[in-house]
């Protein structure tokens, strides 16, 4: 009786507490929060730090578990919007955020920082996972004296290639701008141009800077979480975590793993599903199987009339059905006659449907009648396409998506590129227009090529078996746990 109330206690005292804290930004968010659910399906006690704005993006989400008996919450931090010279509930970076107000969110997170710390020391975490644009956080894990785990929102590949930049400076041999270079050291010889590197990459600037202190509190981590899966690119993960010297757990494809209900998928984001069925699903439903091309470049994309022209004549041209997700620019009203002309024109025909703004991805890549996707490369994209087995004609904008795109393209061999040249902020137009030619022409090869669509299905075959008992996630989720208990149990020996 005795040594069964010990075992009890034991076990009791084993159980883990952590804290999750997002970047304030909709594609960093939605990952993590995943994650954190997932730790919370696993018996983790979890408390997600975010601000009211912010927290409107996932808290069905969390509503949800919670109704399902999951220790999770939120706990919410007012925004010091006042404070900064910002209106009430801009406090995220989005689309729509004007560029002179984006300093003013990274100076109320640095406000923040203060009372983020006192949550830290109230709330006795066992351990901590924050996003790597929370570095500060390592500090206070090691004062604490608990695990600090790293979120990274990329590829192990971009990580990957992002370092060999940085240690080799490849570009600097090039020519020119557009000349093409090797990227040394990596696990396949994978091609870019010094136009198609992130600005901070190509030349040191203050970002550099702010990557350069990531990387530093990385080293100093327990490790860190990807939302990628072993299968999909092993090669990276396995280069990844001996270039960095720390430890890394692939848990994706998170979005699978975490919904996998119908109203865990249309309660992501910013989504109105009840409104849209409707809408998009009933005119899906009406399609062949595999007919339908979804085009969407994100939530932080933005296109000049000009581009927005030429993907509208693409798509009408392409003899393909679409579904198209898109967004009016401020100021520039042109588009707007353009569009809700295109718009009236695809309806009637019964080719196209527009979504403007926030679409709920995972419900649409699902849907039987969708046959591969135009992407702007995203992480969250990539792998949520290849959970669905979708091929992908890619067309990469900004942050590390033209890495992705090689993965995409040159290794996994499931992407048409469109034929993007130049990298640009995730805030600006860029000089870059793709015409209608080249992206009609990436359609095409797309539709023709078999092959492509064979590697995508055995990808989404390999992603469903990395989240199950025994697959290569499922496993990483559970060592990582238990190593998180064991340090927890060691400390209450260490100090009984």
Request: aromatic share 10%; charged share 25%.
């Amino acid at each position: 009786m005795e040594r069964s109330k010990r075992r009890r206690s034991m076990e009791k005292g084993s159980e883990l507490r952590s804290i999750f804290l997002p970047f304030l930004s909709t594609s960093h968010i939605i990952p993590l929060v995943d994650m954190a659910r997932l730790f919370a399906l696993h018996g983790v006690d979890v408390t997600i730090i975010t601000t009211p704005q912010n927290a409107t993006v996932f808290q069905k989400s969390i509503d949800l578990d919670a109704t399902r008996a999951r220790p999770i919450r939120t706990h919410l931090v007012n925004f010091p919007a006042a404070k900064v010279g910002l209106p009430p509930g801009i406090e995220a970076f989005n689309v729509d955020l004007p560029r002179e107000m984006a300093p003013k969110i990274y100076m109320g997170l640095a406000i923040l920082q203060q009372e983020f710390e006192q949550l830290f020391h109230h709330l006795k975490p066992d351990f901590i996972v924050t996003d790597m644009f929370h570095p500060w956080t390592v500090d206070t894990a090691a004062k604490l004296g608990i695990p600090r785990i790293m979120f990274h929102g990329a590829s192990y590949l971009a990580r990957s290639a992002a370092h060999s930049v940085e240690q080799y400076a490849p570009h600097l041999k090039a020519d020119s701008d557009s000349d093409k270079f090797v990227l040394p050291g990596l696990p396949d010889a994978l091609e870019m141009t010094p136009l198609q590197l992130p600005d901070w990459l190509r030349s040191p600037n203050q970002y550099t800077e702010l990557m350069k202190t990531i990387k530093e509190s990385e080293k100093k981590s327990y490790g860190s979480l990807f939302n990628s899966f072993y299968e999909l690119e092993s090669g990276y993960y396995e280069h990844y975590k001996k270039v960095m010297g720390t430890k890394s757990w692939g848990i994706g494809p998170v979005s699978l793993w975490a919904n996998q209900d119908a109203s865990d998928k249309a309660a992501r984001g910013y989504s109105k599903a009840e409104e849209e069925k409707e809408g998009w699903l009933t005119w899906l439903n009406s399609k062949p199987a595999s007919s339908v091309l979804y085009v969407s470049f994100g939530s932080m994309n933005k296109f000049p009339y000009s581009q927005l022209v030429e993907i509208g004549r693409a798509l009408e041209d392409s003899g393909s059905d679409f579904i198209w997700v898109v967004r009016k620019n401020e100021n520039e009203n042109d588009g707007d006659v353009f569009l809700e002309e295109f718009e009236k024109r695809v309806r009637e025909s019964g080719r196209g449907y527009l979504i403007w703004g926030w679409a709920p991805q995972l419900l649409i890549l699902e849907n039987a009648a969708i046959g591969g996707l135009v992407t702007h490369c995203g992480w969250n994209t990539v792998v949520e396409s290849v959970n669905a087995g979708l091929p992908m004609v890619t067309w990469p904008l900004f942050a590390e998506h033209f890495f992705n795109e090689k993965l995409v393209v040159d290794v996994l061999g499931i992407g048409v590129p469109v034929g993007a040249k130049e990298w640009r902020q995730w805030n600006e137009f860029g000089s870059e227009v793709v015409t209608k030619e080249e992206i009609g022409k990436a359609i095409a090869l797309l539709k023709e090529d078999e092959e492509i669509r064979k590697r995508a299905k055995k990808l989404s075959d390999a992603a469903k078996r990395a989240i199950q008992v025994g697959g290569s996630s499922h496993n990483n989720m559970r060592e990582l746990i238990q190593e998180l208990k064991e340090i927890k149990l060691s400390k209450a020996q260490a100090n009984p």
